[in-house]
């Protein structure tokens, strides 16, 4: 950082206005974590200069023993800490992940039976504004509107009715428990593979604190960033059956250049992923959510399904008469990070609900008295005259980001 900004102030000030933000401000975004120290040095180590094109042991570009080398010991860390039968860790991105996934088992045009991502599911499980929608046929199951739990007799109504050849369970928003097995069932009884995305819930099922889709899932994607603590990237886990449909898929159908910088940060984390000291952080990352999730309701709030099994939820402000997106901005400028979201079967025009996290305030090493306080704040904002409170609010943020500095878990 010295030398950059020697050679190019411009944007060293960028980076260095980055890091103080992200030091001062309580980050509740729930696809949003800290990555450790080693995986940020090998995201910047000497595999940046290497360009490897192929699969292990069949380059296309000579020098790449090393690369090989790498990119087999993350899929064997993969494999060996999800249990699963074949893994590939060159796909770029959870979504690049899903795509490659699809384009392993199907055809375009193809039908699909996905959660709707207006409950909760992401956007590449076929969402309107998205290409995934494009290129294949698209059906949907949702939550039953009086337990809110996922309407799994719809689901399979709908696949009887529908007959998709692949049905895909994931989720960016729903706070629940899924229930794999079921889905499996329902997917293999009426001709269909399934599909689990599991990119919020990678580093919760790693740390045996979300249940894992890999006994009963054909194919399971996942990213490395939110709870994996990791490089933003993605990768596949697949039945051994499927195993040669994957890797054609995403290589040569797919992805060209491996980002060997990257898988090797992957490699790290995931190996990480194994010790104790993860699994203990996962599980308070999970607590802290479900004490947030009390506390709010107890100044007042709503919360989607009354409550979280991981590390997200939903916030209805409803019972305040400010918007998602209002009340966004203004935890912004308080030094408070999340983002809007409609709260389903809600019928306003605008999202009424916050999607929050808890990943990086319990990486902070926060716990139940600092949830507490970050419940204080929120109501302090939510209220009528809660404009007004900013100021403060966001002295009372930098107070509490100095006592939990980041530098400490990096």
């Excluded at 020098?63 to 770029?92: I, P, W």
């Amino acid at each position: 950082m010295e030398n950059l900004s020697e050679k190019d102030l411009e944007l060293f000030n960028i980076l260095e206005n980055e890091e103080k933000r992200e030091s001062e401000t309580l980050e509740m975004v729930a696809s949003e974590s800290i990555q450790p120290k080693e995986a940020l040095d090998l995201a910047g180590c000497a595999f940046n200069n290497k360009t490897a094109v192929g699969r292990i042991g069949n380059q296309r570009l000579k020098g790449s023993m090393y690369a090989d080398e790498l990119e087999k010991l993350c899929k064997q860390r993969v494999m060996e800490t999800f249990g699963a039968d074949h893994a590939n860790v060159v796909t770029y991105s959870g979504s690049v992940a899903n795509f490659c996934a699809y384009n392993a088992v199907l055809n375009p045009g193809d039908r699909v039976l996905a959660l709707d991502p207006v409950t909760g599911s992401h956007q590449s499980h076929g969402g309107k504004n998205n290409v995934s929608s494009k290129l294949y046929s698209f059906e949907y199951f949702g939550l039953n509107p009086n337990t809110l739990d996922i309407d799994y007799e719809g689901a399979e109504k709908k696949c009887k009715e529908f007959a998709p050849k692949l049905i895909v369970i994931g989720s960016a928003a729903y706070p629940r428990k899924i229930d794999y097995a079921r889905l499996a069932d329902i997917a293999h009884k009426n001709g269909a593979l399934l599909m689990a995305d599991i990119a919020h819930f990678s580093g919760l099922v790693a740390g045996g604190v979300s249940p894992s889709p890999v006994p009963f899932a054909d194919i399971v994607t996942a990213s490395t960033t939110k709870t994996m603590c990791g490089p933003h990237s993605g990768f596949i886990m697949c039945k051994k059956e499927l195993a040669k449909a994957v890797e054609d898929s995403v290589y040569p159908g797919y992805v060209a250049s491996l980002h060997l910088q990257t898988i090797g940060a992957m490699a790290y984390v995931i190996g990480r992923a194994k010790t104790e000291q993860f699994a203990s952080l996962m599980k308070k990352i999970v607590s802290n959510a479900q004490y947030l999730c009390k506390a709010l309701k107890e100044r007042g709030f709503d919360i989607f399904t009354g409550g979280t099994d991981c590390h997200m939820f939903l916030a209805d402000l409803k019972p305040f008469g400010i918007d998602g997106v209002a009340f966004a901005d203004r935890l912004e400028r308080a030094g408070i990070s999340v983002n809007s979201k409609g709260i389903p079967f809600d019928p306003s025009p605008v999202a009424m609900g916050i999607r929050l996290g808890t990943t990086v305030l319990t990486q902070r090493g926060m716990g139940e008295k600092e949830m507490d306080e970050i419940a204080d704040m929120f109501l302090s904002l939510a209220q009528k005259d809660g404009e007004n409170n900013v100021d403060e609010v966001l002295q009372k943020v930098k107070a509490l980001c100095k006592k939990f500095p980041i530098k400490d878990i990096i």
